[in-house]
């Protein structure tokens, strides 16, 4: 995608492909990022610029794919990332499994635990 988002609504990314942003991504207080796990490789948000995050991140698992405990994901890829979704305690359930959110300045990954 050619420019930036700015995502105040619902921005889906479906399992089996990911998404390029060309610059930045800013994700505002009432965003919400929806990621489908559906593959080890599964769709991810890669940012060429900075991506800030704030408001939710929404997982879901695609029908048939199976996630064991352990499972890694890197679901944003970007030069700078800053600030974080507002699940407590850095954990999101989904389907009754529960993943830990790890940050890094340029990554943002799932661990099923």
Same mark, same amino acid.
């Given at each position: 995608?050619? %420019? =930036?988002?700015?995502?105040? #609504?619902? @921005? @889906?990314? +479906?399992?089996?492909?990911?998404?390029? /942003?060309? *610059?930045?991504?800013?994700?505002? *207080? +009432? %965003? /919400?990022?929806?990621?489908?796990?559906?593959?080890? +490789?599964?769709?991810?948000?890669?940012?060429?610029?900075?991506?800030? $995050?704030?408001?939710?991140?929404? @997982?879901?698992?695609?029908? %048939?794919?199976?996630?064991? *405990? %352990?499972?890694?994901?890197?679901?944003?890829?970007? *030069?700078?990332?800053? =600030?974080?979704?507002?699940?407590? +305690?850095? $954990?999101?359930? /989904?389907? #009754?499994?529960?993943?830990?959110?790890?940050?890094?300045?340029?990554? /943002?990954?799932?661990?099923? @635990?």
């Amino acid at each position: 995608m050619t %420019g =930036g988002i700015y995502n105040s #609504g619902k @921005l @889906l990314i +479906n399992g089996k492909r990911s998404l390029s /942003v060309k *610059e930045n991504f800013h994700q505002f *207080e +009432n %965003g /919400v990022l929806c990621i489908e796990l559906a593959s080890k +490789n599964t769709g991810s948000l890669k940012v060429a610029g900075e991506a800030h $995050l704030n408001g939710a991140l929404e @997982l879901s698992i695609a029908s %048939g794919f199976k996630v064991k *405990e %352990g499972d890694s994901f890197t679901i944003i890829q970007a *030069e700078k990332i800053t =600030g974080k979704f507002d699940q407590k +305690n850095d $954990l999101i359930t /989904v389907d #009754g499994q529960l993943f830990q959110i790890t940050y890094t300045t340029k990554t /943002v990954t799932l661990l099923k @635990l």
